[in-house]
T-cell receptor, first 113, second 114 residues
Framework: AQTVTQSQPEMSVQEAETVTLSCTYD???????LFWYKQPPSRQMILVIR??????QNATENRFSVNFQKAAKSFSLKISDSQLGDTAMYFC??????????FGSGTQLTVLP | EAQVTQNPRYLITVTGKKLTVTCSQN?????MSWYRQDPGLGLRQIYY???????DKGDVPEGYKVSRKEKRNFPLILESPSPNQTSLYFC?????????????FGPGTRLTVL
């Protein structure tokens, strides 16, 4: 079984500041993939960034980057230069096989003007 | 446009009245899946399908049925809905060859069972 834990139900950040969302996971698989999804008020699920466990280099997509600590089973998301449009629910997810994508409980991020 | 569509987007029904939520994708994906989203629980997988005529249970399959007769369609059936199935439902699809593949999500169906 695989689990994903997000311990911060809500967070807020001032516009233009940097914020980090935490995620820990557990799996017995040796190779797996980690994802961060964004869900704005429209409810659409949008892929933000993904990381392959075998790659040591942290993934980066524009203002979004991750801190992947494989030994600690930690996968945090850093958002730089926060914008009002970043206000959303953020889900961390783990996929060890093509069969199943396991989500955390989510972190509601509010960017304050 | 590549997309996953779901219908209806909103549905209010009563306990015990059978309903079907349709899901269709136009990306020729082998893998399709249904999730339900509840506050504080994130998204949980209900059923998934690796290809036509191949379906399997996810984490919360009780009270649901699915079928995969065509590659593009993966309907979710609630034969006797109950209030605890009130939730936000998402359909998703992807290519099945690697777990790295991005899952594309539909717009969601908000279901209320009275």
């Amino acid at each position: 079984a695989q689990t994903v834990t997000q311990s911060q139900p809500e967070m807020s950040v001032q516009e233009a500041e940097t914020v980090t969302l935490s995620c820990t996971y557990d799996t017995s698989e040796s190779n797996y993939y980690l994802f961060w999804y964004k869900q704005p008020p429209s409810r659409q699920m949008i892929l933000v960034i993904r990381q392959e466990a075998y790659k040591q280099q942290n993934a980066t997509e524009n203002r979004f980057s991750v801190n992947f600590q494989k030994a600690a089973k930690s996968f945090s998301l850093k958002i730089s230069d926060s914008q009002l449009g970043d206000t959303a629910m953020y889900f961390c997810a783990l996929r060890a096989s093509a069969r199943q994508l396991t989500f955390g409980s989510g972190t509601q991020l509010t960017v304050l003007p | 446009e590549a997309q996953v569509t779901q219908n209806p987007r909103y549905l209010i029904t009563v306990t015990g009245k059978k309903l079907t939520v349709t899901c269709s994708q136009n990306m020729n994906h082998e893998y399709m899946s249904w999730y339900r989203q509840d506050p504080g629980l994130g998204l949980r997988q209900i059923y998934y399908s690796m290809n036509v005529e191949v379906t399997d249970k996810g984490d919360v399959p009780e009270g649901y049925k699915v079928s995969r007769k065509e590659k593009r369609n993966f309907p979710l059936i609630l034969e006797s809905p109950s209030p605890n199935q009130t939730s936000l439902y998402f359909c998703a699809s992807s290519f099945r060859d690697r777990a790295y593949n991005e899952q594309f999500f539909g717009p969601g169906t908000r279901l209320t069972v009275l």
